[in-house]
C-alpha cells in the first residue's frame, strides 16, 4: 500500500460508521446509480469490488490498444454510461505509450440533496505499475482534494486483466459541501510515475474499502475428502532458484564464462502426505540440484531430472516412490529436465543437446527431445531455436508445451502453448500466439475437460515460471483471449496441478499450497526456516498416484527420411490479406531462420541495428500454382519461413514465425495466417496434382548475406560518389545528409547504421506486432527498394545487384554474416546488457570529452547532446531506438569515423568550409567579428582543441584496428566462441590458440551438424 495521508487500507473512520445507517434512509439518492459490489449505502460504484479488471473496457484488447479505444478523454455519465465505457487502466501523464500526457477520467452524477455527512472517494485498485508509483489527483466540483501517492503493485493484470495481482485502494475525504444537490463532476489523474489498474471506483459515507472473500477453512479437507481422495501423497522438489532473473535461464552456464553456473546448490525430492503432514525425504543432496519431477502411471516410478553434487549437468533419473532403486537414464555433457512420461513407455523432456543459445541472452536453449525408457534411442521433436518448455501429454495423446519464438518480431512477447503429436509432427499453436506479452507455461490437462492449466508469468516471465495460475478453455480456438480465465489471486505461483477446475495442487516460493478456483490457497507444507535461509524453495507438486495412460498416437514420421512435405490450400487466404488479389502471388521465398552457437547479450548488436537477432539462410523457392495453392518437398527439422512474392519478386507477405516438418511427414496449412478455428475449403488443388515442388535455389546469390561484402560494394559503386565525405562530379559530399561509405563506426559501418536509422528496410524492428498488413514488411514495403526501382537521381542497379539488394532485406537486412562477429569489433558493446564505457578512462578520451564540454556544449544540450565518447549511447541502446529523436542525429554510429578519423563528422561539422571542413557547427559573432556573422567552431585543423579530438578518435581505431571487426583482415573470433565449437565436435579439442580460422566455413559446418540424420540402422537412399 502506497504512502500518502489518505491512503489506507482497513482505515476506521467511526463518525461515518456510525452515520451510515442514517444516509442510507436520507433522501440522498444519486440518479440511475448502480448499487454494485457489496456496498448498498454508496451513491455509485463503477466496476465490482473483486480484487479483478476484467469488466472493465479494454480488458480484451489490453493497453497498447488505449489509444486506438479511448481516443478521447474519458467521460462517464452514472446511470447511462456502461462500465465497459471506464478503461481498465489509467495512463499516467510519463506513459508514452499513451501520448505522454494527462489523462483525466471524469465521472458526471447527480444527487437530490446536499449530504450532510463526510462521503469518501475509494479508488479500488487491482493492481499498479511494479516500481512505478503514480501521483494521483482527483478533484469533486473543480476543488481540488489532497494528492494521493498510488501504490506499487506487480504488474501482472496489465497483460492479463483477469489475473489477481495485488489489490488495494486510495480513499479521498470530500470536503463538506463540495457536492451539491443535483449535477456533480468528479476528476482523476495521474502524473509522474506510472498507470494503474481499477478494481471499481465508488462513492460511499464508508471510508473502509470493501472486504474481498478470504479462503474457507474447510478448503484443504473439502479438496481430501472430494477431488482428491485416494490422491492424498505427493511428490515435489526443493532447491534454490535459478541465479538468472529470466524463466528459462535456470541451468548451465553464462556465454562469456563456463564457471559462471545460473544454478544453486541444494536438491531434494519429497514425498508428502497432505492428510498426516508426514514427510519422507527421498532424495537429498546438499551440492546437487533436483528437478521436474513425473510420477508414472502406475504411481509407484518417480522420473526427475537430478544434478548430482560436484557435476554440471541435469540428466534425467528414475527412483521407486519408497526411495529405492535411484537409476540414470540419460548421460552426456547436456541438459536433460522437464522430463514426462508417454503412453507407450517413453519419453519426452526438453534438452540442450541442441547445441545454441538463446537469441537475445547469453545462456543455452533447450528444445523438445524424446528416448526410450531406458533413456536410448535420443531423438529431437523440434528445431526451435529458441526454448521449448514444460511438455505434457494431453488426454488425446499428443503433447502440449511451450514453445518461444520470434522471427523478426519482438524477443519478450511471443512464448505461447503449442502441441504436437509424440513423434514431432503435427506442431501447431494451441494458444495465444497472436496475443504477445505473457509467458504460458507448465500447461496440463484438466481431467475430464478439454480444458488445460497453466502459469501465465507476466510479460517475458518470472524467475522459475512464477505467474498467475490460468485455466484456458480451447473450444473457440487458439486466439480467444476471453477463453483464457486467470484464478490465482497474484503472480507469485507456479507448477499448477490439476484434480478438477476447483481443485488445484501448486507451488509459491517456499510452500506448497491447495488452491480452489476462486483462487483462494490453503497450505499444504511450508519449508523450515533453515531451508527459506539457504534460499531453498518449493517446486513442481505432483499426485503420488496411479493414473490412465493417454491415447497412444501411431507414429507418422519416417527417421529414415531427409525431407517432409507441405501443402497449402491458397495462398491467398488469410486474416490479414485485404487488397491481395487472386493469382497475385507467384511464389514462396523458403528461408532458414539459423540458430546462434554463442551469444553474449540480450541485445540483437552487431547483427543489426533494432531489428532481427539472427541470421537467416535464403534456401530457394516454390511455385505458387494459379489457385493459390503449393506444395513442397522441404528439409526435415529445420526452422523455416515463408515470404509471398508477386510476378517481380518482391514481397506480399511475411511469416513471422517458423514451421518445421518432421521426416516423411506430411502436413498442410489453410492459408497466410489463416483463422485456425475456419474449417477447410472444398478444393480441388492444382498444386497436389504434380509431384511436389523441390526448392529451386537462386542462382548467383549468396545463402547468408553479409552487408559488407554483398551489400556494400554496391553501394560503394552506386550511391557512394553523392553520400560519400568527399565531393564529387556526381555530388556530395553527404547529400541529403545521408553516408553510405563503409566507413567503420564504434559498432556499424556508417552506412548501415544510416540505413538502419532512416529505416530504409522494413523488417518488423522487434516490435510487439504480427500479421502485417500485406506489403508493409520486406521489399516491398522497404525504401531503399523503393528508390532502386524507381532509379533513384538516375542510378540504375543491374538485375543481379537489385536482386542482392533484394534477398538482404528479405533475410532481416543483417549487418554481419556470421554470428562469429557478436561480441567482438565493438567499442561501447553490450556485454550482459552493460554498456562498456572503459573507453572514457582513456587520457585522450578525457580530453576530448573536455573539449566537447568546454568548446560544444553551448548548444549542443538535451536532445541536441553529443556523444562524449565512441561508446556514449546517450541513453539509447539498440533495442530502445527511438526514430523520431534528434540523438540519432547525432549518434556516436555516425559521428565517429573509425576508418579515416579525420572524416568524422565530429571533426568536419565545426571544421570551416575553407579549412577543408563543412562548416555547418556555427558560434555567435563576438567582438573580433564587426559584422556578427556566424564563425566556424574550429577555424582551422591546427586548432589544438581540434586536435584533441582527433587524437582522441585515432586512439580509438587503433583500438578497433587491435581487437578488430568480423571485416578486417587477422580477426579472430570471441575465445568462447572457439570454445563452444570445440564443445560442438566442429573444431577439434587440441586445436592450437593461433591456428587461422574461417568464422563463414565453420558455422557452416555448425549449422550442418544440426541437420537431420537417418540412423544408421534405418538408412535408405532418397
Known amino acids: 500500500m502506497g504512502g500518502g495521508a489518505g491512503t489506507t487500507g482497513r482505515m476506521r473512520w467511526d463518525t461515518c460508521m456510525q452515520c451510515a445507517a442514517t444516509l442510507a434512509a436520507a433522501v440522498l439518492a444519486v440518479s440511475g446509480a448502480a448499487t454494485g459490489g457489496q456496498r448498498p449505502d454508496a451513491l455509485f460504484t463503477i466496476g465490482t469490488p473483486d480484487g479483478l479488471s476484467a469488466e472493465f473496457g479494454l480488458a480484451d484488447r489490453l493497453w497498447p490498444d488505449y489509444l486506438k479505444v479511448f481516443p478521447r478523454p474519458v467521460v462517464y455519465t452514472i446511470g447511462k454510461s456502461r462500465v465497459r465505457d471506464w478503461p481498465y487502466l489509467h495512463p499516467s501523464s510519463n506513459d508514452s505509450w499513451a501520448g505522454g500526457r494527462p489523462h483525466v477520467f471524469t465521472i458526471q452524477f447527480q444527487v437530490q ?56 485502494a486510495v480513499t479521498f475525504a470530500i470536503p463538506q459541501g463540495a457536492i451539491c444537490q443535483g449535477d456533480n463532476t468528479l476528476g482523476i489523474a495521474l502524473s509522474g510515475g506510472s498507470w494503474v489498474i481499477y478494481d471499481y471506483v465508488m462513492l460511499t459515507p464508508n471510508a473502509v474499502p470493501p472486504t474481498l472473500e478470504e479462503a474457507p477453512d474447510t478448503l484443504a479437507a473439502d479438496a481430501l475428502a472430494g477431488p482428491m481422495k485416494g490422491a492424498e501423497e505427493i511428490i515435489f522438489a526443493v532447491r534454490q532458484r535459478g541465479r538468472d532473473g529470466h524463466w528459462y535461464a535456470n541451468f548451465g552456464y553464462y556465454a562469456a564464462n563456463d564457471r559462471h553456473v545460473l544454478y544453486g546448490p541444494g536438491g531434494r525430492l519429497c514425498r508428502l502426505n497432505l492428510r498426516t503432514g508426514d514427510l519422507k525425504v527421498l532424495l537429498d543432496d546438499p551440492q546437487g540440484g533436483v528437478r521436474d519431477p513425473q510420477v508414472h502411471y502406475d504411481g509407484q516410478t518417480i522420473l526427475f531430472s537430478y544434478r548430482r553434487g560436484g557435476t554440471p549437468y541435469y540428466l534425467l533419473h528414475e527412483i521407486q516412490a519408497d526411495g529405492t532403486g535411484l537409476r540414470q537414464l540419460t548421460a552426456g555433457p547436456y541438459d536433460d529436465i522437464e ?39 535420443i531423438r529431437p521433436l523440434s528445431s526451435n531455436n529458441e526454448h521449448d518448455n514444460t511438455p505434457w501429454v494431453l488426454p488425446d495423446g499428443r503433447i502440449l508445451y511451450t514453445r518461444w519464438e520470434y522471427v523478426d518480431r519482438s524477443q519478450v512477447h511471443y512464448h505461447h502453448l503449442w502441441f504436437a503429436n509424440p513423434d514431432g509432427t503435427g506442431q501447431m499453436v494451441y494458444y495465444g500466439n497472436q496475443h504477445g506479452g505473457t ?82 490457497t490453503a497450505p499444504a507444507y511450508s519449508l523450515p526456516d533453515p531451508d527459506r535461509k539457504a534460499g531453498l524453495e518449493c517446486h513442481e507438486p505432483r499426485p503420488l498416484a496411479p493414473r490412465p495412460r493417454e491415447r497412444v498416437i501411431a507414429p507418422r514420421a519416417h527417421p529414415e527420411r531427409l525431407t517432409g512435405r507441405l501443402a497449402l490450400v491458397n495462398v491467398h487466404l488469410g486474416r490479414n490479406m485485404a487488397g491481395v488479389q487472386p493469382g ?39 511455385p505458387v500454382e494459379a489457385d493459390g495453392s503449393a506444395y513442397m518437398e522441404l528439409p526435415a527439422l529445420r526452422s523455416l519461413f515463408f515470404v509471398a512474392l508477386d510476378a517481380n519478386d518482391l514481397s506480399v507477405k511475411r511469416m513471422q514465425s517458423f514451421l518445421t516438418v518432421m521426416p516423411g511427414e506430411t502436413t498442410s496449412c489453410l492459408g497466410c495466417h489463416e483463422n485456425r478455428t475456419e474449417a477447410p475449403p472444398p478444393a480441388n488443388l492444382l498444386a497436389i496434382k504434380r509431384p511436389p515442388s523441390q526448392i529451386e535455389p537462386i542462382a548467383g546469390a549468396p545463402d547468408v548475406l553479409d552487408f559488407p561484402r554483398d551489400i556494400q560494394p554496391i553501394l560503394d559503386k552506386r550511391c557512394a560518389k553523392c553520400h560519400g ?79 542482392i539488394v533484394r534477398l538482404w532485406i528479405e ?24 554498456l562498456d564505457r572503459s573507453d572514457t578512462r582513456w587520457p585522450s578520451m578525457k580530453a576530448a570529452a573536455a573539449v566537447l564540454a568546454q568548446r560544444c556544449a553551448g548548444c549542443h544540450q538535451g536532445s541536441l547532446a553529443l556523444p562524449s565518447s565512441p561508446s556514449d549511447n546517450m541513453g539509447m541502446p539498440p533495442w530502445e531506438i527511438r526514430y523520431d529523436s534528434p540523438k540519432l542525429r547525432f549518434s556516436r554510429h ?40 556566424a564563425l566556424a567552431v574550429f577555424a582551422n585543423v591546427e586548432d589544438a582543441d581540434y586536435q584533441k579530438l582527433l587524437t582522441a578518435i585515432r586512439e580509438a581505431k587503433a583500438h578497433l584496428d587491435t581487437i578488430k571487426r568480423f571485416d578486417m583482415p587477422g580477426f579472430i573470433p570471441h575465445p568462447a566462441w572457439v570454445r563452444e565449437m570445440k564443445r560442438y565436435g566442429i573444431l577439434p579439442h587440441d586445436l592450437p590458440a593461433d591456428a587461422p580460422l574461417d568464422p563463414y566455413a565453420i558455422e557452416r559446418s555448425y549449422w550442418r551438424s544440426l541437420w537431420h540424420r537417418p540412423p544408421p540402422t534405418q538408412a535408405k537412399p532418397q
Not at 532481416?812 to 546488457?833: E, R
Not at 577543408?916 to 558560434?923: I, L, M, R, S, T
Open 811 to 834: 533475410t532481416g537486412a543483417p549487418y554481419p554474416g556470421t554470428y562469429a562477429a557478436l561480441g567482438t569489433g565493438m567499442i561501447g558493446g553490450y556485454a550482459q546488457n552493460s
Open 584 to 622: 497475385e502471388i507467384k511464389k514462396l521465398l523458403v528461408l532458414e531462420t539459423l540458430p546462434k552457437p554463442i551469444n553474449f547479450t540480450g541485445g540483437m548488436e552487431p547483427l543489426s541495428y533494432g531489428g532481427t537477432f539472427t541470421l537467416e539462410r535464403v534456401l530457394g523457392t516454390v
Open 725 to 803: 565525405y568527399e565531393k564529387t562530379g556526381a555530388g556530395g559530399p553527404r547529400s541529403g545528409g545521408v553516408i553510405l561509405t563503409g566507413d567503420r563506426g564504434p559498432m556499424f559501418s556508417h552506412s548501415y547504421f544510416i540505413l538502419s536509422a532512416l529505416q530504409q528496410f522494413a523488417d518488423g524492428r522487434n516490435r510487439p506486432q504480427s500479421n502485417y498488413p500485406p506489403r508493409t514488411l520486406g521489399s516491398s514495403a522497404s525504401p531503399l527498394m523503393k528508390k532502386i526501382l524507381t532509379r533513384h537521381h538516375g542510378v540504375e542497379l543491374s538485375p543481379h545487384e537489385q536482386k
Open 439 to 520: 509467458t504460458m507455461i507448465d500447461a496440463k490437462p484438466i481431467p475430464g475437460t478439454q480444458k488445460i492449466v497453466a502459469s501465465f508469468s507476466p510479460g517475458h516471465g518470472q524467475n522459475e515460471h512464477d505467474g498467475v495460475v490460468t485455466i484456458v478453455d480451447p473450444a473457440s480456438g487458439p486466439d480467444a483471449r476471453p477463453f483464457a480465465r486467470a484464478v490465482s489471486r497474484g503472480a507469485h505461483f507456479r507448477d499448477p496441478y490439476a484434480f478438477t477446475e476447483d481443485c488445484l495442487l501448486v507451488a509459491s516460493r517456499h510452500e506448497i499450497l491447495l488452491m480452489n478456483g476462486r483462487g483462494q
Open 339 to 377: 522430463p514426462t512420461y508417454l503412453p507407450d513407455g517413453s519419453i519426452v523432456f526438453v534438452s540442450s543437446r541442441c547445441n545454441r543459445w538463446v537469441n537475445c541472452w547469453l545462456s543455452h536453449v533447450a528444445v523438445l527431445y524424446r528416448c526410450d525408457a531406458d533413456g536410448g534411442n
Open 113 to 168: 440533496a446536499a449530504p450532510a455527512q463526510p462521503l469518501f472517494l475509494l479508488l479500488g485498485l487491482a493492481d499498479a505499475h511494479p516500481t512505478e508509483p503514480s501521483q494521483v489527483a482527483a478533484t469533486v466540483n473543480g476543488i481540488a482534494l489532497p494528492v494521493q501517492r498510488a501504490p506499487c503493485g506487480t504488474g501482472a493484470a496489465a497483460q492479463d486483466p483477469r489475473a489477481w495481482a495485488r489489490p488495494a
Open 894 to 933: 555516425i559521428l565517429y569515423n573509425l576508418s579515416r578519423p579525420e572524416k568524422s563528422l565530429l571533426l568536419l561539422a565545426p571544421l570551416a568550409a575553407n579549412a577543408g571542413g563543412y562548416g555547418v557547427c556555427k558560434k555567435p559573432g563576438g567582438a573580433d567579428d564587426p559584422t556578427g556573422a
